[in-house]
């Protein structure tokens, strides 16, 4: 069985700091990142990074403040979410696949979402 499991999602005031955390299970994965989806909009590709170093790619709306790492060993991936906004407000998922890429229908699992809610 493949499962991924979000956490560390919660509630922080504008400027503040996040750590989000999915611990994979069932197999490892190439390429790991992470996706949000706000209210009303369509789900956004955040940041994804290779099991092995160099490969590594961020959305522009994040690019400067969140940082992705892997730890292999324990098949889990981080976003460390710096500098945070209101507009980064979302529903944030995990998702696991092949060849790294920015497009949701490259990763074919995908874990239930934690909410990040930033207030101003």
């Known amino acids: 069985q493949v499962q991924l499991v979000e956490s560390g999602g919660g509630l922080v005031q504008a400027g503040g700091s996040l750590r989000l955390s999915c611990a994979a299970s069932?197999?490892?994965?190439?390429?790991m990142g992470w996706f949000r989806q706000a209210p009303g909009k369509e789900r956004e590709f955040v940041a994804a990074?290779?099991?092995?170093?160099?490969?590594?790619e961020y959305g522009d709306s994040v690019k400067g403040r969140f940082i992705i790492s892997r730890d292999i060993i324990e098949n889990t991936v981080y976003l460390q979410m710096n500098s945070l906004k209101p507009e980064d407000t979302a529903v944030y998922y995990c998702?696991?696949?092949?060849?790294?890429?920015?497009?949701?229908?490259?990763?074919?699992?995908w874990g239930q979402g934690t909410q990040v809610t930033v207030s101003s």
């Open positions: 990074k290779t099991w092995t170093g160099g490969g590594i």
């Open positions: 069932g197999r490892t994965f190439y390429t």
């Open positions: 998702a696991a696949g092949g060849t790294l890429v920015r497009l949701l229908t490259g990763y074919v699992y």
